[in-house]
């Protein structure tokens, strides 16, 4: 397996909620959702930096597709990293998604090795850390 993620899709529990916080509140392009012809099939991908995508799905679908049981799952199983160009990014992302309705678990601060980060929740419980770090900053 060559080490190439190209898409994250996130199990979402209300698809038009999900597109609408990503794509209004976040400001993420999209197409919006396609493949309602599809009995399971309606998703939204989101296009980000590098070629990678961001897709919602509903759960139910998820649960569907995979043939797993839809369950509750810990907000601390994984998180997803947006690393920005400049400290004072980091502000204006956290601000951006807490007007967009997510929750806010850490405001920006500090870190213990050098960088400064937050943490938010999104609608549906996934944990985003909003990141500078000076050692691995974004190529764009």
Do not use: C
């Amino acid at each position: 397996m060559k080490p190439r993620i190209s898409v994250i899709t996130l199990g979402v529990a209300d698809l038009e909620r999900a597109v609408a916080f990503y794509r209004d509140g976040m400001g993420l392009r999209t197409e919006g959702i396609i493949g309602r012809e599809f009995e399971h099939g309606a998703v939204a991908f989101f296009e980000l930096a590098g070629g990678l995508k961001l897709a919602v799905w509903a759960q139910d679908d998820v649960a569907h597709d995979t043939g797993l049981r839809k369950t509750v799952a810990s907000p601390t199983s994984f998180t997803i990293g947006h690393n920005v160009r400049e400290r004072r990014e980091v502000d204006a992302v956290m601000a951006e998604a807490k007007r967009a309705g997510a929750r806010i678990l850490k405001p920006a601060q500090e870190t213990f090795w050098g960088g400064y980060a937050g943490y938010f929740r999104d609608l549906d419980g996934h944990v985003w850390e909003v990141v500078w770090n000076p050692a691995n900053l974004p190529q764009d």
